[in-house]
């Protein structure tokens, strides 16, 4: 079943009664989208993927928010899971998606699959979240950077991190469902070791060469 995801309508709530003037509403701590400073200070929560196109993009994972998503990209990453990989569907205005090795949207690690970390991370542009299919608990290895803000993806869908330097390339991925020419990841990296209890996980297989993704005309379906 392939791992879609799609911008939900939005619905307007109406208050049904008014708080009183003198008894305010607490408002909900909101999550910044500048990591804590012992989060960004740890080299492995600096994630850099060069791509095909000839640029780095460098994103700042945010366990603080998803740690249980976080472990998985570390892990994967240092295993080399992701080289080679290619973005399978992008969609301009909106989303890049990636992180299958099959290069279809149909394929992901061998890792069991992920509970939802559902957070206040707002889906801005360059924002990571994690694929899945309509299954929440469905999340594995695949996942897409956005391209623009989609508030509708809030509390649905686990953001995780955020690019904080060669978004310029992240606009650059070739487009298309599939693209005709996919980009790839020529390599994913860790700025620093990965916490000892991520390295002592078991591990997985490595990615295989992506498979040729469908024809453009007969897209995979979402589930």
Known sequence: MSKMLFALPFVALALTAAKPADAPAAAAPKISLNAPAEIAADPANRLNIALSNGGTVVIQLRPDVAPNHVRRIQQLVTQGF????????????????????????????????????????????????????????????????MFAPTFSLDHDYTGFGRVVSGMQFVDAIAPGEPPAQPTKIVRAWLDGPMPAAVAEAPPAAPATEPAPPPPAEAPATGG
């Open 82 to 145: 992701y080289n080679g990989t290619v973005f399978h569907r992008v969609i301009p205005g909106f989303m890049a998606q990636g992180g299958d090795p099959t290069g279809t949207g149909e394929g992901d690690s061998p890792l069991p699959d992920l509970a939802p970390e559902f957070n206040d991370l707002p889906h801005l542009r360059g924002v990571l979240s994690m694929a899945r299919t309509q299954d929440p608990n469905s999340a594995n290895s695949q996942f897409f950077i």
